[in-house]
Each structure stands twice: as structure tokens, then as C-alpha cells.
């Protein structure tokens, strides 16, 4: 039963997690009784990791945009539209994943979530 669903409402609560990025995925790796369930727990920990990985980025960006002249900030505008739109259509897949009872991975993210800690 390796990466898989513990409970009848382990992957909707799953989903849930990435419902509003690392506020939900706080509130459901704390709250009873979900607390206790590997499977959410391991939603909830990659759901914090991928909404900072996000935010991060979008500083980043921003700072080009802001220091970067005229069409070259553009430029970089433009990209950050395309990425975060990436970011959207995969954060849709991610709770998609996590409600058909699939543990995927985000390959660097998850195991620096799973040594954080949590």
C-alpha cells in the first residue's frame, strides 16, 4: 500500500491541502485527526514546499522585471506570465494526483520537504 491512500476521506483532504498552498497545507498537516495520516501529511509537506518554491520564484522575477530597462522587462514579464500559468496547470495536476490516491513526487521538492522535518 506504499504511496497510496490510507482512508475513505484521505484524498480528498489530500487535494485539499493544495487547496490555498502552504495555509492549507499548515491547517491539514496539524489538524486532527488528519494529523496522523502519512498520506495527507505527505500532501500537506510537499503543498508548503511548492507554494514557497512559487513565491520564491515570482520574487525573483519581479526583481528583473523591476531593475531590468524596457523591453528586456518586458520580456521578463512575459515569462513570468507563461511560468506562473505552469505553475497553475500543475499545482490543478498535483491536486488531481493527490485525490485519485497517488503519492507524486515533485522530484527535488519532496525530499526536501521530507527532511524539513515536518
Known sequence: MDGEATGP???????????LGFVT??????????????????HARQSIV???ACFVINIILSVFVAV??????????????????GFAIFWVYLMYKAYKGERYRIPELADWADSMGF
Open 68 to 85: 531590468l530597462p524596457g523591453a528586456l522587462g518586458g520580456l521578463i514579464r512575459f515569462l513570468q506570465s507563461v511560468i506562473n500559468l
Open 25 to 42: 497545507g499548515i491547517i491539514f498537516l496539524y489538524l486532527e485527526p488528519y494529523d496522523k495520516d502519512e498520506f495527507v501529511r505527505f
Open 50 to 52: 511548492y507554494s514557497i
Open 9 to 19: 476521506q484521505s484524498k480528498p483532504i489530500a487535494a485539499l491541502t493544495y487547496l
